[in-house]
């Protein structure tokens, strides 16, 4: 107990003499609110499905060609096709759907 008492008391004391640093942060970000944001996230998928929709679609049509009668891989081909269809509809729509959301909710949007 006789040791630990003046680490004790130096660790409690240190910080009090110890003078006051300025630390800044710097925003890795370069939005500066939550909207932009969001705003720039959505406009980076919607550059990363422009590449890969129309290539899904190229996979789905070679699956579904090279099936040769096999219902499992032209089932799969049909999927692939239909969900990359449905995702790039979303990805189109995200703006608009981001500008009814702000609406609904009674946000003012930028």
């Known amino acids: 107990m006789k040791k630990i008492l003046p680490i004790l008391t130096l660790l ?13 942060i710097q925003n890795p970000l370069t939005a500066p609110d939550f909207e932009t ?8 998928v919607f ?7 129309p290539l899904m679609i190229i996979i789905g049509a070679a699956l579904f060609i090279t099936s040769a009668g096999n219902l ?12 990359t269809v449905i995702g790039f509809a ?3 729509l995200a ?7 702000e609406q609904l909710l009674g946000v003012q949007g930028g």
């Open 72 to 83: 499992q891989q032209v089932d799969r081909a049909k999927k692939i096709i239909i969900y």
């Open 12 to 24: 409690l004391t240190l910080p009090i003499g110890a003078t006051a640093a300025v630390i800044e």
């Open 90 to 92: 979303i990805v189109l």
């Open 47 to 53: 550059k990363i499905a422009i590449v890969l929709a």
């Open 37 to 44: 944001i969001v705003a720039n996230l959505i406009d980076f």
């Open 95 to 101: 703006k608009g759907i981001m500008a009814m959301i």
